[in-house]
């Protein structure tokens, strides 16, 4: 039978993920800013593709495989120990995702196979100490299944990836290129990073605000619906066929998401006296919430009517919101509210839990945070009507503000895990 100590969140692997996430995005935007006419166009070219597996791979999925060794044991409620495998891991995981953003760059597609299959590599070994994990989670159904989803799903879109790799090289496969891509790119943001959200999203957005946690039948239908949505969508664009009926199955799945959000923001609990105000993990999240429902409008609207002239333009700015403004900025809001705890609860464990480390409440660093939600409020929109207006002087100015915001949010991070070692005697006032 697990103990307490056994759900304390192992160190190592989170942290080396969150830091060599934060390196991915930062270089994104950085790359981005620095040269906008490079990444701004046809979104299929290689500088384009580099910089989004930057976004996708290094700061989204880097950052959901190091939080699932923190959410895991505190709010999923299995054990999940660090060992040697996790580390040889999260290598392979950061040299792939190198490799592949490398290779792109320059337009080498030699190298993306070994980079994909390392990356894949790392997804197999975490996916499946998740997924054996979840079947002794005490945690309600509705949590584990969107979950057990998301981890299948993202091993799905890995494997694709790999296979699409080769197909660079030695072409073999019944369908373009293109189709392939795209069916790889909805599968991952749909199967792994949306559902994902939404799982952790139903246990962790009640411990956040707090407030009541959703049950019964549709949190149920939401995972189910949007399973069945991002597995039709891939399958379409594979095969050549129409999409409105498998994005209309994905928009409902949202939809019951949306309608579980509403529900759990109607039943808020009171929230600890010394919690900041504005709460600015919570601004990020809804923020993001915003940003996927536009996402979710434009996508339908290019499903629809795939032929209209402003089809491009539309099609940038979808993956800004859909990438940036909603799966990336989610990320920093979770992060925000799920470090400062975590940091609390490893130096709690240090001093033997008997001196009480400082108030997670007080060691983020508030103007930074601040001028991070601002900076991802102007920077998203801006960036999004650059590239979708193939305008470089807003691209630029999106693109550097996010960049500012992220080294903004990486500083914090290191300053939240040197107050939390300064034990009680020691809080800052």
Not at 220 to 237: D, E, I, K, N
Request: aromatic residues 10%.
């Amino acid at each position: 039978m697990a103990s307490s100590l056994d759900f304390l969140p192992s160190r190592l692997p989170p942290l080396v993920y969150f830091a060599f996430a934060h390196l991915c995005l930062a270089a994104a935007f950085a790359a981005t800013a620095l040269d906008p006419l490079a990444i701004g166009g046809f979104f299929y070219h290689p500088r384009m593709l580099a910089v989004v597996h930057l976004v996708t791979l290094g700061w989204i999925s880097g950052s959901i495989l190091g939080a699932i060794y923190l959410v895991g044991p505190l709010a999923l409620r299995f054990p999940l120990p660090a060992g040697p495998l996790d580390h040889a891991a999260f290598a392979s995981f950061a040299v792939g995702v190198t490799g592949m953003a490398s290779h792109f760059w320059i337009d080498r597609p030699a190298g993306m196979a070994w980079s994909a299959a390392l990356v894949t590599l790392a997804f197999t070994w975490v996916s499946t100490r998740v997924l054996l994990g979840l079947r002794r989670a005490s945690v309600p159904r509705e949590v584990k299944l969107p979950v057990a989803f998301a981890f299948a799903n993202v091993l799905l879109a890995a494997g694709l990836g790999f296979v699409l790799a080769i197909n660079k090289v030695e072409p073999f496969l019944p369908f373009a290129q293109l189709a392939g891509a795209l069916g790889h790119a909805h599968l991952a943001v749909l199967g792994f990073g949306t559902m994902i959200v939404m799982g952790a999203g139903y246990r962790l957005l009640p411990m956040i605000l707090p407030a009541a946690m959703p049950r019964g039948t549709w949190s149920y239908a939401s995972a189910v619906l949007l399973q069945a949505g991002a597995l039709a969508v891939a399958a379409a664009l594979l095969a050549g066929r129409r999409l409105v009926p498998a994005a209309l199955l994905a928009l409902l799945g949202l939809l019951a998401f949306f309608a579980r959000v509403a529900w759990i923001l109607r039943r808020p609990r009171p929230a600890p006296a010394e919690r900041p105000r504005p709460d600015v993990g919570v601004l990020h999240v809804l923020q993001s919430l915003v940003y996927l429902a536009l996402a979710a409008g434009l996508g339908l609207a290019l499903v629809v009517a795939p032929e209209a002239e402003w089809g491009l333009g539309a099609a940038m700015a979808y993956g800004v919101f859909g990438l940036v403004g909603f799966l990336a900025q989610v990320v920093v809001g979770v992060e925000g509210r799920l470090l400062p705890l975590t940091a609390w609860l490893w130096s709690y464990a240090e001093g033997g839990f008997k001196d009480t480390p400082p108030s997670l409440h007080r060691t983020p660093v508030r103007p930074l945070q601040i001028a991070g939600l601002v900076a991802w409020t102007a920077g998203v929109p801006m960036l999004a009507a650059g590239l979708g207006l193939d305008r470089p002087d807003l691209t630029r100015a999106g693109a550097g503000s996010l960049c500012l915001a992220v080294t903004g949010n990486a500083v914090n991070a290191g300053v939240v895990l040197v107050r939390s070692r300064r034990r009680g005697r020691d809080e800052p006032t």
